[in-house]
């Protein structure tokens, strides 16, 4: 990975370089941020300088990830008592060349593990402190990238933090992250944490618009719904039917939410509507999620008279959009933001998804004639 590959971040990567031309390299450090931020991508292009200032023939090496010096750790599901990240690396390799700025969820789908729990183990922590004892093959830097340390179970993170206060010299750890939530405090205490924001949307809009053929207004209305996270806007590119799926369902909620209050038999329209989303797959869900509130702050800004920051609006099947809007205020926007973001933090915390919806879809009756 190559800094100018990286959309945007430029404060970002000129800091990361200028540490390491100024021989400021923390030997650990964590960064925090969504994977379509660029995390991985960032600590890709770091450990790649740092080798080939070492030996200027590494670089095609680390390009294809398989420099013998770069070591990877990620979560994976137990599989006959083998929990090594090992055993599952080719598939790993594949996906991160396919598209570095892959999330935890795309990681899942490749492994079909919806069902199964991701996890680093003890085990894991092992195998790697074992690969760290030898020599480097080059005779330089050997480096540990952790993709999603926040996956590591207690016992992990425990045998971690030990190899994280005693690290075998010329030793480099770089840990990646969604939130620090997860993190043991004295792993966080002892690491260099870098907060990766998400990407600003000019330079995620030009980062499209050189390296993918689209419209230019769908590119913009892209760039609105991937909130500064390029796996995102990817996955919205190739998605050909998923927003008249979206669409046709949050019409759905929003009509019986608001006939519940005169006619309560809604009720059961709504638990219906929420089997059928509970029946997608997790990743499929979240993204209806951000479907919901995209057009919820949308409809909101229509309400408010700020037309021209409204990219996008719902007119298909006699849907009233500005009719819809008026109810869509201060008074009650908040409240439909959090039950939204409540209902993300329950699903990625393997939450039951039919509670999760028929609650989400109830509470929308409550907050729609909030006024």
Same mark, same amino acid.
């Given at each position: 990975?190559?800094?100018?590959?990286?959309? $945007?971040?430029?404060?970002?990567?000129?800091? +990361?370089?200028?540490?390491?031309?100024?021989?400021?390299?923390?030997?650990?450090?964590?960064?925090?941020?969504?994977? $379509?931020?660029?995390?991985?991508?960032?600590?890709?292009?770091?450990? /790649?300088? %740092?080798?080939?200032?070492?030996?200027?023939?590494?670089?095609?090496?680390?390009?294809?990830?398989?420099?013998?010096?770069?070591?990877?750790?990620?979560?994976?599901?137990?599989?006959?008592?083998?929990?090594?990240?090992?055993?599952?690396?080719?598939?790993?390799?594949?996906?991160?060349?396919? *598209?570095?700025?892959?999330?935890?969820?795309?990681?899942? $789908?490749?492994?079909?593990?919806?069902?199964?729990?991701?996890?680093?183990? @003890?085990?894991?922590?092992?195998?790697?402190?074992?690969?760290?004892?030898?020599?480097?093959?080059?005779?330089?830097?050997?480096?540990?990238?952790?993709?999603? @340390?926040?996956?590591?179970?207690? *016992?992990?993170?425990?045998?971690?933090?030990?190899?994280?206060?005693?690290?075998?010299?010329?030793?480099?750890? +770089?840990?990646?992250?969604?939130?620090?939530?997860?993190?043991?405090?004295?792993?966080?205490?002892?690491?260099?944490?870098?907060?990766?924001?998400?990407?600003?949307?000019?330079?995620?809009?030009?980062?499209?618009?050189?390296?993918?053929?689209?419209?230019?207004?769908?590119?913009?209305? %892209?760039?609105?719904?991937?909130?500064?996270?390029?796996?995102?806007?990817? /996955?919205?590119?190739?998605?050909?039917?998923?927003?008249?799926? &979206?669409?046709?369902?949050?019409?759905?909620?929003?009509?019986?939410?608001?006939?519940?209050?005169?006619?309560?038999?809604?009720?059961?329209?709504?638990?219906?509507?929420?089997?059928?989303? @509970?029946?997608?797959?997790?990743?499929?869900?979240?993204?209806?999620?951000?479907?919901?509130?995209?057009?919820?702050?949308?409809?909101?800004?229509?309400?408010?008279?700020?037309?021209?920051?409204?990219?996008?609006?719902?007119?298909?099947? $006699? &849907?009233?959009?500005?009719?819809? *809007?008026?109810?869509?205020?201060?008074?009650?926007?908040?409240?439909?933001?959090?039950?939204?973001?409540?209902?993300?933090?329950?699903?990625?915390?393997?939450?039951?998804?039919?509670?999760?919806?028929?609650?989400?879809?109830?509470?929308?009756?409550?907050?729609?004639?909030?006024?």
């Amino acid at each position: 990975m190559n800094w100018e590959n990286i959309a $945007g971040q430029k404060n970002l990567k000129k800091l +990361l370089q200028e540490s390491i031309s100024d021989n400021r390299v923390s030997h650990a450090q964590l960064f925090v941020g969504k994977e $379509g931020y660029g995390t991985l991508p960032l600590a890709l292009a770091y450990a /790649k300088q %740092i080798l080939n200032n070492e030996n200027e023939h590494s670089a095609s090496r680390v390009d294809h990830l398989n420099h013998l010096d770069l070591h990877f750790c990620f979560p994976v599901f137990s599989e006959k008592n083998n929990s090594l990240s090992k055993k599952n690396f080719d598939d790993f390799r594949s996906m991160i060349l396919d *598209s570095p700025y892959a999330s935890f969820d795309d990681w899942s $789908g490749v492994l079909e593990s919806e069902n199964k729990q991701l996890f680093i183990s @003890a085990d894991e922590m092992d195998d790697q402190n074992q690969k760290f004892a030898l020599k480097s093959f080059e005779g330089g830097t050997k480096i540990l990238i952790v993709w999603r @340390a926040d996956k590591m179970n207690t *016992s992990a993170a425990n045998k971690f933090l030990k190899f994280l206060e005693e690290p075998p010299a010329k030793t480099l750890i +770089l840990l990646t992250t969604e939130t620090i939530d997860d993190i043991l405090p004295t792993i966080l205490s002892r690491t260099q944490i870098i907060d990766i924001p998400r990407i600003e949307d000019e330079d995620l809009q030009s980062y499209l618009k050189e390296n993918v053929q689209a419209d230019e207004n769908r590119i913009t209305e %892209i760039v609105h719904q991937a909130q500064g996270d390029l796996n995102e806007a990817f /996955k919205l590119l190739n998605s050909q039917n998923k927003n008249s799926d &979206f669409e046709a369902l949050f019409v759905q909620w929003v009509r019986d939410a608001f006939m519940v209050k005169k006619k309560p038999e809604y009720l059961k329209s709504i638990i219906s509507w929420a089997r059928e989303v @509970a029946s997608w797959n997790r990743e499929k869900q979240k993204n209806f999620l951000n479907y919901c509130a995209e057009i919820f702050r949308l409809a909101m800004l229509q309400n408010y008279s700020s037309q021209d920051l409204v990219y996008k609006k719902i007119d298909a099947n $006699g &849907f009233n959009w500005a009719g819809f *809007s008026k109810y869509i205020s201060g008074a009650n926007i908040v409240s439909i933001l959090e039950e939204i973001n409540e209902a993300d933090h329950h699903l990625t915390r393997n939450g039951n998804p039919k509670i999760v919806w028929t609650d989400l879809g109830i509470k929308l009756s409550r907050y729609i004639h909030k006024s």
